[in-house]
């Protein structure tokens, strides 16, 4: 069983900034690429960061210079630092971790998501 858990979010004025984090837990033994997603109400969930198992970084347009993802793989976890946010940003944010729980860590591999984190821009 793998669990993946989101937090961090919360109410913040334009331009604060929030630290989300993203835990796998349970029979996870490798991790493969960690993506951060959010959707606002009556919109799609969107893609806006991922990071691979190489440390890479994409980011989605409206985020790159403001966003940041990073991963912790000794405690399978991953971060998303959002700074000078903006009402735009406001949404739930999920995070989809790509992992298996094969002891030798060649796969099969799977997607996990959380039950996502809500983040508020306000003033």
């Known amino acids: 069983q793998v669990q993946v858990v989101e937090s961090g979010g919360g109410s913040v004025q334009p331009g604060g900034s929030l630290r989300l984090s993203c835990v796998a837990s349970g029979t996870v033994v490798k991790i493969n690429s960690v993506e951060w997603y959010r959707q606002a109400p009556g919109m799609r969930r969107a893609l806006v960061a991922r990071?691979?198992?190489?440390?890479?970084?994409t980011y989605t347009e409206s985020v790159k210079g403001r966003f940041a993802v990073s991963r912790d793989n000794a405690k399978k976890t991953a971060f998303l630092e959002m700074n000078n946010l903006k009402y735009e940003d406001a949404a739930a944010y999920y995070c989809?971790?790509?992992?298996?729980?094969?002891?030798?860590?060649?796969?099969?591999?799977?997607?996990?998501w959380g039950q996502g984190t809500q983040v508020t821009v306000s003033s």
């Open positions: 990071i691979d198992s190489a440390g890479r970084t």
């Open positions: 989809k971790v790509l992992a298996t729980q094969d002891i030798d860590g060649l796969g099969p591999y799977y997607d996990y």
